[in-house]
């Protein structure tokens, strides 16, 4: 079944280089959001190519993003891939695994939320 597009949304995102070419500022937005440009420290982007049966990805931070602020991030994309995967796959036991595995990213990474 052919499905028609109905509307299109864009997602732009800039970055700022410094003169070594290394990332200073990144700044996204989306035309659904009618929001202003957000602030970013770090993004993942992955697409996949269907063709290639490959995945295509951009993976950027800037210099102002800590260590510690990369492990959160980390872990809270782990957790996302985990929802994303059980939503898109229906598989609930590789997913609760993946759940497993990030409690254990983030015991060992010392970011687990005083209890």
Sequence with gaps: MDEKI???SDI???????????????????TDTGSKAEHARAMMLSFWNPDEKNTMKIDLWTKDMSIE???????????????TFEKATGETRIT????????????????????
């Design 96 to 115: 609760e695994d993946l759940r497993d595995y990030c409690y254990h990213f983030a015991e060992k990474m010392e970011i687990l939320p005083e209890e």
């Design 12 to 30: 732009n995102i800039e970055v700022g280089l410094n003169v070594n070419n290394l990332p200073i500022d990144i700044r996204w937005s989306a």
């Design 69 to 83: 602020e990369m492990k959160q991030f980390f872990h809270q994309t782990l957790l996302t891939m985990a929802d």
């Design 6 to 8: 109905t509307r299109k």
